[in-house]
Every structure is written in C-alpha cells, then in structure tokens.
C-alpha cells in the first residue's frame, strides 16, 4: 500500500499560516461594486487580508479550537528581501514546531489569488459568487482594532466564516467556521499580537524535533492536473490549490476560504461495503472503496465542507482514458 499522509488542510493552514490566507483599495471598490449583494468594502477588506499575512512581520500566541480540541501556538513572521519566514511551535504537547523557510513574496498561491481584486483577476467579484460577504462591525482583538467580516455561502456546499481583519494591516486576528444555522464549529484567534519586526530574542530558529519547510517554487505558476484521474464534480469556484501529486495520490482544491484534499491509496486487504466519516470541528472526514476494473482504490477527503459535499466530490472521480 502506497504511503499516504492525511493531514486536514485547515491545521496546514493554521501551521503554514500564509498558505490560509493592501494595495489601491479605491480601485477594488470600483471593481467590485456590481457583484451580487456584497459589500464592496467586503471584497476590498479580503484583498487586504490575503496580502498582509505574507507582507506584513508579525508576532503572537494563537488559540486554534476544534470540537474538543484546544492548542495554544506562537507564531512568528518575517519579511526581508523579498523572501518571507515563518516559525510556528506548539505551546503545549510535543511534535509541533514547524518552520517556513525563503518563500518568495511573487510567489502568489491560488487560494490568495482567489481573493485578490488586482488587475490580474479573471472575476473582479471573486468570491463573492459564492459567498455573501459583508462588513459588520468593529471589536479589539488581542488589543488592537479589527473589522468584522461575515461570509455567508451562496449555497449548501461550503461554510460560512466570521472574520476579524485587524484596522491598520488586514492582518486576520480570528476566524469562525459557522456551520448550519451559524453555529461556530472551529475558530482561530490571536490572544496576543505584535505588529513589526521581530526582536532578536525571536530570532526564527528550529530545535532538535523541528520540520523545515522549504518553497520550492520561485516562479508563480498556474497548478496543472498531472495524475491519472480528475474530479468530475466540484462546487463552483473551487480550483486545484497546487500542482497534483505526480504519483497520482492526492489532489487539494480551495475556492479561497475552504480547502479540501483527496487521497487514494491501494488497500492492502479487501474493503467491508460502505462508507465512513468523521467531522471534527469543521473539518469532515469522508472515506469510501471506488470501484475499478482491476480492484477498489480506498479514496478519502479530508477538508472544511460539508459531508454532503465531500461525498458527491468523492462519486464524481474519475480516471483519465
């Protein structure tokens, strides 16, 4: 059996915190002020979002709730010639000290472009196609001023979210996954912060147990479909996050705000009929046998969508003639 790592894309994004998620705001409301009952200030607000946790040097303690699951990290960001490093270790338990390393700012990845209003864009609405974006509001968030966005779903195969954008950078300060009826399922939240460049007592350096992380793409490119079979269905907006794994393992899409990925590996014995799932948080789980000429490849998602989602994406694969 082919060796598959399943790791959720939302705990990738809250470790490679870039990865999650400005300029000529001006521009971005003219853009944007035909797009479906949006705000146009809304749309502006995400483009800013996107940019700052790449541009902007940044250091704090987070909390990261999912279901019964609490973890307390520091991160740390920095900025300098052109390049950016990010250092995240957990706070409590083992195992989570992870480190970004040389990831050039011109390196934009789809989920950032997805939020963007530049004159690059192909949709000057992006996301709000999808999602009902609006501002709300204003609260503190770890001491400083942020705007309240909420992002309510066009339709029944993605999440909300309610944001909290720091006043001064964008800088996202928390985050809410709301499920069904606006019941909040995860959240991200900064509970300290400081805006600037690091101390040299917070100086990015791994110890003994930690993962490095090198970029290893320097030249911003559109993802390609390499593997050996597709998706045949996807909810509208969603686009390949990364090129495919070229062994033909998994496949990660986002449409900007959720992330899903889709894992399919040779079962090293025969598979009971059926399905399983688990959702924790906002993150579902969903495994099923697909059934082929030359035996059953075990397919699973693991991603911030519903189950009903995660299980039409999953019967829609196909493999490629």
Avoid at 129 to 157: C, H, K, N, W
Avoid at 206 to 216: I, M, R, S, V
Wanted: net charge neutral; charged share 20%.
């Amino acid at each position: 059996m082919h060796a598959v790592q399943r790791r959720s894309p939302r705990v990738r994004q809250i470790f490679l915190l870039p990865a999650l998620l400005a300029t000529a705001l001006v521009p971005a409301l003219a853009r944007s002020s035909e797009c479906p009952s949006t705000d146009p200030r809304a749309l502006a607000w995400l483009d800013k979002m996107s940019r700052a946790l790449s541009e902007v040097d940044y250091q704090g303690v987070v909390t990261y709730e999912r279901g019964d699951d609490t973890q307390v990290m520091n991160i740390s960001h920095s900025v300098s010639g052109g390049q950016e490093e990010e250092h995240m270790s957990l706070l409590v338990g083992k195992g989570g000290d992870v480190m970004r390393k040389a990831h050039p700012l011109e390196c934009v990845h789809p989920g950032h472009q997805l939020l963007r209003l530049d004159a690059s864009s192909t949709d000057d609405c992006g996301i709000s196609r999808f999602y009902r974006i609006d501002v709300v509001g204003q609260e503190r968030v770890a001491g400083r001023p942020s705007i309240q966005l909420t992002i309510a779903p066009r339709d029944m195969f993605r999440y909300g979210y309610r944001l909290a954008l720091d006043s001064e950078t964008g800088l996202l300060m928390k985050m809410q996954i709301l499920g069904k009826g606006g019941v909040p399922l995860e959240r991200f939240q900064f509970a300290s912060v400081s805006v600037g460049s690091p101390s040299t007592d917070q100086e990015l350096t791994l110890n003994d147990e930690a993962a490095a992380h090198h970029a290893k793409h320097p030249v911003m490119h559109a993802a390609k479909q390499v593997a050996p079979w597709h998706v045949h269905w996807l909810p509208a907006g969603f686009t390949l996050a990364a090129d495919a794994d070229p062994r033909g393992h998994s496949q990660t899409y986002t449409d900007g705000l959720a992330v899903f990925s889709i894992f399919l590996e040779q079962p090293d014995r025969p598979l009971p009929p059926g399905e399983g799932m688990v959702r924790k948080g906002g993150t579902t789980t969903y495994t099923r046998g697909i059934k082929r000429a030359d035996g059953v490849v075990l397919a699973t998602l693991i991603g911030e969508v519903p189950l009903n989602t995660a299980r039409m994406v999953v019967d829609s694969i196909r493999w490629s003639p």
